[in-house]
């Protein structure tokens, strides 16, 4: 096992300075796109208004919890992490509920995910389809199904009956150098059953959000692009709902990357032991950018978002060029005075 000392790269104040940091860029920008969804969305994909605007709201909440509320600091390979937002500072939260909440958001986001292709599929697919969702209590019924999939399966490990100095002790094996904020109560560390149990459940959760996933994408792909003769749309409007749906998943496949880099780099570590905080930290980082990942994408795969954000900069530089002319005219009126 090797421990690299990284100075301040690696310490829980960089993180929680440039989360803020980031955060400030963040705010501003996810709540430029959730203008844009509520106001500049075209009349052409109205029925996936509510499923992008829940997505974004999903990740606007998450990107809060990463910069200003939560704030998780990793101790990884050691399962303990420390709350360095305002939720832990100011409020007083427990860790283990901070926890909690950001793993129940970043379900919520892979549920909103599964929505948002789920509401594509029953918009897209014949109502003469046997593999088309067609009631509409079914379909809540599979929200709320995913909804609890995604939102309950960290809850019972919280619950465990553990000494938080002992279990603490023990990580030191795992995590000889931590920062002094690990012996403190803003740190929370789980035991190596509950982590166990993390593990196996959200594996599971995972794989049911995933295999969702499949279905939907795999039958509209196949609708779409392999289906030729049907009375259920023309060739005309198939080809327009084939650009939609690659400006969708477009829209999903950039910014989760933001999401799974960092995931697939704390797997790494915590599988191989591995112990580098200052490059821990700056991955922990890139997670909070994946909702302004997500309005940049949204602007440019969608014209209607476009053009409005075009002509924003044009109406500055409009209104630039006439202070401008003015200041010139006047500027030549007061030569041909004197």
Not at 24 to 42: A, D, E, Q, V
Not at 107 to 124: K, P, W
């Amino acid at each position: 096992m090797s421990c690299t000392i990284s100075g301040y790269l690696a310490t829980p104040e960089f993180l929680q300075t440039a989360a803020r940091i980031i955060g400030c860029i963040m705010i501003p920008m996810n709540l430029f796109g959730i203008f844009c969804i509520l106001y500049k969305t075209s009349r052409k994909r109205q029925e996936l208004k509510l499923c992008m605007l829940n997505l974004h709201l999903w990740t606007f909440w998450f990107d809060l919890e990463y910069t200003f509320l939560s704030n998780l600091y990793f101790f990884l390979p050691a399962t303990a992490v420390a709350g360095l937002g305002i939720f832990s500072t100011v409020f007083h939260i427990p860790t283990k509920f901070l926890y909690y909440l950001d793993s129940f958001s970043s379900g919520g986001i892979a549920i909103a995910v599964v929505m948002l292709f789920e509401n594509r599929h029953f918009n897209i697919i014949p109502f003469t389809s046997k593999l088309r969702i067609k009631n509409f209590k079914y379909r809540i019924v599979l929200a709320i199904f995913n909804f609890i999939i995604g939102s309950i399966y960290v809850v019972p490990a919280l619950f465990f009956n553990f000494n938080q100095t002992d279990i603490k002790n023990k990580l030191l094996k795992i995590y000889p150098c931590p920062d002094p904020i690990f012996f403190t109560d803003q740190t929370f560390a789980l035991p190596e059953e509950a982590n166990n149990y993390l593990g196996a459940f959200s594996s599971i959760a995972g794989l049911i959000i995933i295999m969702q996933l499949v279905f939907f994408i795999s039958h509209i792909c196949y609708w779409l692009y392999k289906v030729r003769e049907t009375s259920a749309m023309s060739e005309n409007a198939k080809r327009m709902q084939r650009k939609f749906f690659i400006a969708t998943c477009i829209q999903i496949i950039i910014p989760i990357l933001a999401l799974v880099i960092p995931t697939w780099y704390m797997g790494y570590v915590i599988s191989s032991g591995y112990i580098n905080q200052a490059v821990l930290n700056i991955f922990t980082l890139v997670v909070p950018l994946h909702g302004t990942a997500a309005t940049i994408v949204s602007v440019i795969a969608n014209k209607s978002y476009r053009d409005f954000t075009i002509s924003l900069f044009m109406c500055r530089k409009k209104k630039v060029s006439s202070q401008m002319h003015v200041t010139n005219v006047s500027t030549v009126i007061k030569r041909s005075n004197y």
